[in-house]
């Protein structure tokens, strides 16, 4: 079983920037990690995913806005936020697929103020 331990929400102003982080109980050869979202009353979303063989892909909404990378250790996947919108206000929830196997974290609420 992989736990999935998120940081980095919280509160921010229109413009202004957060960097999200998840780290991983167990760092994996091949795996995709990322991040969905869910904003009340919406459908899921796939915000930005990265895999450890350095495929990337992003949502089109926040693609030119978002860059999501591994640190030094293949367990830790972080997102990096800037120029965020009101629309960008979510739970934003860390997974991590392994073979076909999917984990998610707790979610982290993020709030963007007009």
């Given at each position: 079983?992989?736990?999935?331990?998120?940081?980095?929400g919280?509160?921010?102003?229109a413009?202004?920037?957060?960097?999200?982080?998840?780290?991983?109980?167990?760092?994996?050869?091949?795996?995709?990690?990322?991040?969905?979202?869910?904003?009340?009353?919406?459908?899921?979303?796939?915000?930005?995913?990265?895999?450890?063989?350095?495929?990337?892909?992003?949502?089109?909404?926040?693609?030119?806005?978002?860059?999501i990378y591994?640190?030094?250790?293949k367990?830790?996947?972080?997102?990096?936020?800037?120029?965020?919108?009101?629309?960008?206000?979510?739970v934003?929830?860390?997974?991590?697929d392994?073979?076909g196997?999917?984990?998610?974290?707790?979610?982290?609420?993020?709030?963007?103020?007009?």
């Amino acid at each position: 079983q992989v736990q999935l331990v998120e940081s980095g929400g919280g509160l921010v102003q229109a413009g202004g920037s957060l960097r999200l982080s998840c780290t991983a109980s167990t760092a994996f050869t091949i795996s995709l990690m990322g991040w969905y979202r869910r904003a009340p009353g919406k459908e899921r979303e796939l915000v930005a995913v990265h895999s450890t063989i350095g495929y990337t892909n992003y949502a089109d909404s926040v693609k030119d806005r978002i860059t999501i990378y591994r640190g030094n250790t293949k367990n830790t996947v972080y997102l990096q936020m800037n120029s965020l919108k009101p629309e960008g206000t979510s739970v934003y929830y860390c997974y991590e697929d392994i073979r076909g196997a999917t984990y998610w974290g707790p979610g982290n609420q993020v709030t963007v103020s007009p």
